[in-house]
């Protein structure tokens, strides 16, 4: 992963003292509530519904182990003992004192980590794929892209103040795994038919209270061009996106409102002023970035390990493990391994001090010392040994986080909800653990397949329930809590929003509501289908009439 | 005399606002001394403008964009770029176009709600002189532009991003 140069360090050195100095008049009375607000969110520190949250970025969720024991030394010091690792593959703190936050700052400096840019209206974390570098069926590791974005953006003096937050992810894969066509800027690395590596650019696309599907508002861009493009893209939203109502002051309304074709025309406009200028990016550049990005010095091995195949055969646990939380890696004899953060009775994301300690120590007996966090909020070991893995499954059983349950009905995304946000309409924690409760037969929930569920505890769509194949939303009527449901949805490389079924349901009915949806897709299913596909080839019609069926 | 900081000096300002309290004057009041007037006003007053003997100066909302004078700019003497309040980031949008796309080298402005904690991005986007709200200190403005002493981006200061420094 990438290292910090010299420059690199001073940079978020010098924001720590900012951001004391800062917080010191805030605290002294020489700001007021509403200035220290805008400049507390360009660092990540909310108020919410009990204390401040602070959120840390975590670069494309690439961490290492000493970066890992210093999050579980700040849960343990400054917080309650947890963190919660979030959609956007950060992490967040629920319970820091504001006057301590730049003494955290100041330790995370320390690990090369920053909460620069986790909130506000400015360029947040870009994202990426959790098996960049490693995956199969990639093209171009993102990773280094990435990177080059994360400094252009980084107290970048123009889009400081946007008209909204700005969130950018960048695959490089065949499969999209990182929601990449539901961001403000979407980016897909590919080759041209000369072998040229370039991006296929999205643009407008977002959850929220507008959920869209981003258009393609330029299909080939050279990757030396990217900054000036971003760029160009930045100066048209910053000119005219609107800032009249904060809900339609996203890019993806100015993209609407313009039209896709129209808004790219003001964007080549703009760029015509920047290509070739000096933000161009230099072959050298891109390669020393990319040299962080070699990966590990892997053992060669000739094939699978023979104990490890010996292994699979002798324990029908473990073979359901490497089946559902293990994946194939690029390079033989290794294999990628999710943590599963998702086992029933534990809230979504969320991972205690202790084992967080647990999980440095592992990755550095079985991965190189490196994890990835995910857009799912689980984590990634990207390069164990096979004949590792039956020692690792022991380990991460013991730990809680061995649950075969990747993509699986239980694998809930799934925001903090109304049990700690200030801007949530309802819980959505209980729901994840109501549904999980239901689900935990592990030959149903394997019969069932790959089913993502997605809850939101309001419009702000922090659990991305638009794009899960099921998705939930905590809505508020009369004070009570009640949950809208709508199925169909996606943040594949076949994205789309979920279609709402039907009027929403009260909080004690939503896993009886699950379960007739998985009946429905179960009696229709053709072999090999994934619910996705019966729901695409079924439509909604039948899956409604099941759900709202009088009672007899 | 209203004290701000220009070229991180802290000055004593001369110039004046021209108060338009008619949205289409035809004949503006003209006081003595150096003006800064709206953009309502230099479009439907400009010849009486142009006669004035002193310097003239242009003040922009944040919704109005350099390009609807970017023929006029040889009669300015200063631009000042409003903030209405210091969330609204299309200012900086605004200043670096003018020294950017326009080679515009007059002094740019920012007045309104400018504080402390703006200065060195706004300085990096081409402001070269400030109108710090009133209720704070000038002095301990001035400490901001050391908050940084390395950027990656390129600016109004620095042509080259530091991927092209060696």
């Known amino acids: 992963m990438y290292a910090y140069t010299e420059n690199d360090q001073k940079i978020i050195e010098q924001r720590v003292a900012q951001y004391r100095n800062q917080t010191q008049r805030y605290l002294a009375g020489e700001l007021s509530d509403d200035e220290f607000l805008v400049l507390r969110l360009q660092n990540g520190l909310y108020i919410q519904r009990h204390a401040p949250m602070l959120r840390v970025a975590i670069p494309h969720g690439m961490i290492n182990s000493k970066q890992i024991r210093m999050l579980a030394h700040i849960a343990r010091h400054h917080d309650k003992g947890y963190a919660h690792f979030s959609t956007r593959q950060n992490i967040q703190f629920n319970w820091p004192e504001l006057k301590e936050v730049p003494e955290i700052l100041e330790k995370l400096a320390s690990v090369q980590m920053h909460a620069i840019q986790t909130s506000g209206n400015c360029i947040r974390n870009t994202t990426s794929d959790q098996y960049a570098g490693v995956a199969v069926d990639e093209i171009v590791d993102p990773r280094p892209y990435c990177e080059i974005i994360r400094q252009w953006s980084t107290f970048h003096p123009e889009f400081t103040l946007l008209p909204r937050k700005f969130k950018i992810a960048v695959s490089g894969a065949r499969s999209d795994r990182a929601a990449t066509q539901v961001h403000d800027i979407g980016l897909y690395l590919i080759k041209n038919a000369e072998g040229e590596i370039g991006f296929k650019v999205f643009v407008g696309g977002g959850l929220g209270r507008t959920p869209v599907v981003a258009p393609v508002i330029k299909e080939f861009l050279p990757e030396q061009h990217l900054l000036s493009y971003l760029e160009a893209i930045l100066r048209v939203y910053n000119r005219h996106g609107r800032r009249d109502n904060k809900y339609k002051a996203r890019i993806k309304i100015l993209v609407k409102a313009l039209t896709p074709e129209v808004f790219a025309e003001k964007v080549a406009a703009e760029w015509a002023e920047l290509k070739d200028g000096p933000m161009t990016l230099p072959r050298e550049e891109i390669d020393r970035i990319k040299a962080c990005y ?61 084992a967080l300690d647990t999980i440095a120590d592992l990755a550095d ?151 007739k949806i998985v009946a429905v897709y179960l009696e229709n299913r053709i072999e090999g289908e994934r619910f996705i596909d019966t729901y695409r080839r079924i439509e909604l019609a039948p899956f409604k009439e099941r759900v709202y069926a009088k009672n007899n | 005399m209203r004290k701000i900081i220009k070229d991180r000096q802290i000055i004593e300002d001369n110039w004046h606002y021209l108060a338009s309290t008619d949205a289409t004057p035809t004949k503006l009041v003209l006081p003595q001394g150096d003006i800064v007037v709206s953009l309502t006003a230099w479009q439907n007053c400009q010849e009486q403008l142009l006669a004035h003997q002193r310097k003239l100066g242009l003040c922009l909302q944040s919704d109005e964009e350099p390009s609807l004078v970017k023929d006029d700019l040889e009669h300015f003497a200063l631009i000042a770029i409003d903030f209405p309040k210091f969330s609204d980031g299309r200012g900086y949008t605004s200043a670096r176009e003018l020294r950017t796309r326009y080679a515009y080298t007059g002094e740019i402005r920012a007045t309104g709600d400018v504080l402390r904690d703006q200065l060195y991005i706004m300085e990096r986007c081409g402001f070269n002189a400030f109108e710090v709200r009133e209720d704070r200190s000038l002095e301990e403005a001035m400490s901001a532009f050391d908050d940084f002493s390395f950027n990656y981006q390129a600016d109004t200061r620095n042509q080259l991003p530091s991927y092209r420094k060696s």
């Open chain 1, 365 to 515: 007996r079985y991965s190189f010392g490196e994890v990835r966090s995910t857009h799912e909020q689980n984590l990634v070991f990207a390069d164990v040994q096979q004949s590792d893995l039956f020692a690792l499954w022991n380990e991460l059983k013991t730990l809680g986080y061995a649950t075969p349950n990747i993509g699986l009905l239980t694998d809930v995304i799934c925001c903090p909800g109304g049990d700690f946000c200030a801007l949530a309409n309802a819980k959505s924690i209980p729901i994840a653990e109501q549904i999980q409760r239901r689900f935990e037969n592990l030959d149903y929930l394997h019969d069932i397949g790959e089913l993502d569920i997605n809850i939101s505890g309001c419009m702000n769509a922090c659990g991305h329930h638009h794009v899960g194949h099921i998705g939930i939303l905590g809505v508020d009527k009369k004070g009570k809590e009640f949950y809208q449901v709508s199925l169909g949805g996606s943040a594949n490389e076949d994205a789309a929003i979920g279609k709402i079924i039907g009027p929403s349901f009260d909080e004690e009915e939503i896993a009886n509501v699950i379960e």
């Open chain 1, 294 to 354: 070699q990966g590990p010095q892997y053992q060669s091995f000739p094939g699978d390990d023979e104990n490890f195949i010996t292994q699979l055969k002798s324990s029908p646990s473990f073979k359901i493990w490497v089946n559902r939380n293990t994946v194939q890696h690029k390079v033989p004899g290794y294999r990628i391994v999710n943590l599963s953060l998702k086992e029933t009775g534990q809230a979504p994301g969320d991972v205690s001090d202790d």
